[in-house]
């Protein structure tokens, strides 16, 4: 099943994420929260797609009911999100990367609002899990 320390520690994690006052309706993270530009600032899609993997990761260690079903259905709804017309480039753009709009370090402009490896792997690592989870 998993060390119950480290399945605590998740659930109090993914309560931040999921309960910040500040996570958009699509579930896709602003690059930091503490921005004061916010809502007028980047969202971070690779974010989003780890969050969604660890999520449905989560929702299948944790016993809490409750906290399976907000688990499952906040994965979802970044999946959704993901594979919309927003953060999914168009077939043939992009550079052959899936996802758009990652940030990797916005201070040092460093990464800001471009393609990401690890945003496609956890993008489709989150859609593997998903689809299983479905079957």
Sequence with gaps: MGDITYIEQSNMSAGILLDHPKVPDD??????????????TLRDASAGAIMASALLELSELTDDKQSKEKYFKSAETIIKSLSGEKYKAAEGTNG???????????PQKSEVDVALTYADYYFIEALIRYKNMLD
């Design 27 to 40: 579930k896709i993270p602003y690059w930091d929260f503490d921005d004061p530009a916010i809502p007028n």
């Design 96 to 106: 052959g990367f899936i996802l758009q709009h990652g940030v990797g370090h916005l």
